[in-house]
């Protein structure tokens, strides 16, 4: 079973980048996709990026194409996202999941 930790998270103005991790215990990191996901107040959570086990095969979600990039070391069981170009409506907090296993989430601010 994997245990899941989010850290990076904060207050940023627009136009602002933020790295958001997530570091893993247990065993089986590098055997599963791995998906971050957001949830802003009153909305359903919705997923932002998935990268695969090897790091090879990624999907983002349209809304942040372009602008996010997901990334991942198995050898420190770690995944990353890299938030460039924040907006407003960036504004939520952040989980990642993997095996069906979600971390506590960290938020995310843009705001000026």
């Known amino acids: 079973q994997l245990h899941l930790v989010e850290s990076g998270g904060g207050l940023v103005q627009p136009g602002g980048s933020l790295r958001l991790t997530c570091t893993a215990s247990?065993?089986?990191?590098?055997?599963?996709?791995v998906s971050w996901w957001r949830q802003a107040p009153g909305k359903a959570r919705e997923v932002v990026a998935w990268?695969?086990?090897?790091?090879?095969?990624?999907t983002y979600a349209q809304s942040v194409k372009g602008r996010f990039s997901i990334d991942r070391d198995n050898a420190k069981n770690t995944a990353y996202l890299d938030m460039n170009n924040l907006k407003p409506e960036d504004t939520a907090v952040y989980y990642c999941?993997?095996?069906?296993?979600w971390g506590q989430g960290t938020q995310v601010t843009v705001s000026s």
């Open positions: 990268l695969n086990d090897s790091g090879i095969s990624v």
């Open positions: 999941k993997m095996n069906d296993e």
């Open positions: 247990g065993f089986g990191f590098a055997r599963h996709g």
